[in-house]
């Protein structure tokens, strides 16, 4: 079937199996692969996208369902030359992962734990991050990360 | 995953023509194709990858949130859209400030990615998570195929029920809200196929698991969950959710309370008790309201009400830690809704 997604601002017209989810349309279709499949049941938080502004998990989402939808992937986020996002700068300066596979997932949640006001303490951000599994454990320096970014966010 | 036709109609009375095609017609020799509604898809689709639900046709009623996707609250009650999203219900001020135990309920649920998709009417209807249920490669699980057995009731089974459980089935139901429901006495609004609409006791919404573990609710071919209806009492306000995870956060409870009181002068004048993670299905603990009711709330009333709710309880090797998890958990809660300002 045709779907139109429109993803990170850009409008792509194709043809998929019913069953494609919007993650698999991601990443073998247009080529976007910054995000992630770990487990492919909705578990582990890599496939993380904004929907709407929304964060979800693609792995669950039929393409054929997104159509509505503006979609952010990590490849959005900055232009080609332009400065990185608030939130991928601070995990680079925080050193917020080593394998780095589940980091777009990461970031994107992260963006959308501050917009949601569900990052105003450590303990706050550990429970709203907890969706996002990293089997590294970056995890003190992914909160480290997220107390960063969120004053930059908020623009003071 | 079996490839299936996607539907996606505009309105209630689109979705539900829709629905009426697949269901059988009186006299009619030819099963129909089975249908199934999808709402936050983050239960049907997890079954349709793992090879357990294979509809033939998907109903997406996610257009349905214009017309199912409220919260209104007024002095006689709360009233909750079908479509609602667990986040919004979880947020909401009314819900936060007087049903707190709602609120809980959802925040402590799943992740916030999860509660941004999921549905409050599909999270009702959430399957069992019995590994054995959850994998076609075992033969034996009468939930998945009616008369072949239960590979849990010597198997790994330290996630499943102690209340509700039958020779044939002791699978648990692990959701969060739905016990809040059932204690709370709330209502589901349903529409048929055909147009009718009847309200029903949440608490008659699921099924023990009896002989027929694979029967499990009493919806009736192609019914719609419009919504829910929860009435206000002293109760909803000094009221709480406490569950108790294998880990801290982002799981499932393997034991969880709900406690509501109308609390006099430290005498409880009525209680609502609920409890999870260790039940058949949504659960109302009515043996333990009636122990509670008129006494004065100290550690031994809270002991002896939570006796009284796991008297019956049956347990299968693995699972034997749960009634006194959850006794301890009830007991737990109670001394902190008292505690509570409410
Ligand atoms: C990793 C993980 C962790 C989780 N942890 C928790 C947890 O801790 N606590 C908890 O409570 N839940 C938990 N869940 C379950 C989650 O909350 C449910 O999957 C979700 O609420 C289902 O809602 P949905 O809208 O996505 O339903 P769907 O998957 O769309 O639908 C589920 C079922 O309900 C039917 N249905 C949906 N809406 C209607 C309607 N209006 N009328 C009639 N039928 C309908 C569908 O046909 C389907 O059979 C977890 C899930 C995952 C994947
Ligand atoms: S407990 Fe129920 S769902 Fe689990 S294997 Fe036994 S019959 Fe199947
Ligand atoms: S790949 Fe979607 S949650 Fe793991
Ligand atoms: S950095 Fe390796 S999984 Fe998180």
Redesign the interface.
């Known amino acids: 079937?045709d779907v139109l997604l429109k993803v990170n601002g850009t409008e792509h017209r194709l043809a998929v199996?019913?069953?494609t989810?919007l993650l698999d349309a991601l990443r073998e279709r247009l080529e976007l692969t910054g995000t992630k499949k770990g487990c492919?049941?909705?578990q582990c938080?890599a496939c993380?996208v904004l929907m709407d502004g929304?964060?979800?998990?693609s792995c669950?989402?039929?393409a054929?369902?997104a159509q509505e939808a503006e979609i952010a992937t990590i490849e959005g986020l900055a232009g080609e030359n332009a400065p990185l996002h608030p939130m991928q700068q601070a995990f680079l300066d925080q050193d917020a992962y080593q394998c780095g596979y589940c980091t777009p997932g990461q970031i994107l949640?992260a963006i959308?734990?501050v917009q949601?006001g569900?990052a105003n303490s450590a303990d706050q951000i550990?429970?709203?991050m907890?969706?996002?599994l990293c089997r590294c454990a970056a995890y003190p320096k992914i909160v480290a990360a997220v107390q960063q970014a969120k004053p930059l966010m908020e623009g003071s | 995953?079996r490839?299936?036709?996607?539907q996606?109609p505009r309105s209630t009375m689109a979705a539900l023509a829709l629905a009426a095609q697949h269901v059988a017609r009186p006299g009619e020799a030819r099963r129909p194709a089975p249908a199934r509604y999808?709402a936050?898809?983050?239960n049907l689709?997890?079954l349709m990858?793992?090879g357990v639900d294979h509809p033939a046709t998907?109903i997406?009623i996610?257009a349905l949130r214009q017309e199912h996707g409220r919260i209104e609250a007024d002095e006689s009650g709360l009233s909750l859209g079908a479509l609602v999203r667990m986040?919004e219900a979880a947020e909401h001020p009314a819900v936060l400030r007087d049903y707190p135990a709602i609120a809980q309920s959802l925040q402590l649920a799943?992740?916030?990615?999860?509660r941004?998709?999921a549905t409050l009417g599909g999270n009702v209807l959430q399957r069992t998570r019995c590994n054995y249920f959850r994998d076609p490669s075992w033969p034996a699980c009468n939930k998945r195929m009616p008369g072949s057995g239960c590979a849990a009731m010597q198997g790994v089974n330290r996630r499943l029920a102690v209340l509700g459980v039958s020779e044939h089935c002791i699978a648990h139901y692990p959701g969060d809200f739905a016990n809040v429901l059932a204690a709370f006495g709330a209502e589901l609004d349903l529409l048929a196929p055909d147009g009718t609409a009847r309200r029903i006791p949440f608490e008659e919404l699921h099924r023990l698991p009896g002989g027929t573990p694979h029967i499990e609710t009493n919806l009736q071919p192609g019914e719609l969950i419009t919504g829910f209806r929860v009435p206000a009492g002293p109760w909803t306000r000094r009221s709480l959710y406490l569950k108790i995870r294998d880990r801290d956060?982002?799981d499932f409870a393997q034991a969880s309370a709900v406690v509501g009181l109308d609390l006099q002068d430290g005498v409880v004048r009525e209680a609502r008790i609920g409890l999870g993670g260790l039940v058949a299905k949504p659960w109302r603990a009515h043996a333990a309201e009636a122990a509670l009711n008129g006494q004065r709330l100290d550690r031994a009333v809270a002991e002896a009400a939570a006796a009284a709710a796991f008297q019956d309880a049956v347990t299968h090797g693995e699972n034997a830690f749960k009634p006194e998890l959850g006794r301890r958990t009830l007991v737990r809660a109670l001394l902190q809704a008292a505690a509570m300002e409410a």
């Open positions: 079937m199996d019913v069953r989810t492919d049941l909705g938080g993380t929304r964060r979800v998990l669950f989402i039929l054929v369902a949640s959308a734990c949601e569900h550990r429970e709203y907890s969706g996002n | 995953m490839p299936f036709s996607y996606h999808l936050g898809g983050t689709l997890d990858k793992i998907l997406d996610a986040a799943a992740s916030q990615q999860l941004n998709m956060s982002y």
